[in-house]
């Protein structure tokens, strides 16, 4: 079993940055790859990033290409999720979640899910 635990999120202006953390236990960090989810009321869950199990490669949804990066240190068993010139419409839960596969895209693609962190974007 594997247990996430969000962290870094808050509320920034249109234009700011900010950096979020998960951190895991109870199993083999390298063993799993990592993604990134976000929901926001009313919305469908969806997908942010990902990045493979030794961090060779890396995943981003359309809506955050080229604002995001993802990163993980698995000295620390932590994945990061570096966000930058955030948009009102990044205002979200964001979930980190791990997968069995090598690296996953799809919701059903990963088996443990944190508890999420509020990111709020205002105008």
């Known amino acids: 079993q594997v247990q996430l635990v969000e962290s870094g999120g808050g509320s920034v202006h249109t234009g700011g940055s900010l950096t979020l953390s998960c951190t895991a236990s109870?199993?083999?960090?390298?063993?799993?790859?990592m993604g990134w989810f976000r929901q926001a009321p009313g919305e469908e869950r969806e997908f942010v990033s990902a990045i493979s199990r030794l961090g060779s490669t890396t995943l981003f949804g359309d809506s955050v290409k080229g604002r995001f990066t993802i990163s993980r240190d698995n000295a620390k068993n932590t994945v990061y999720l570096q966000m930058f010139s955030l948009e009102p419409e990044d205002t979200a839960v964001y979930y980190c979640?791990?997968?069995?596969?090598?690296?996953?895209?799809?919701?059903?693609?990963?088996?443990?899910w944190g508890q999420g962190t509020q990111v709020t974007v205002s105008s």
């Open positions: 109870g199993g083999a960090f390298v063993r799993i790859s």
């Open positions: 979640a791990a997968s069995q596969k090598w690296i996953a895209q799809a919701s059903e693609d990963y088996d443990y």
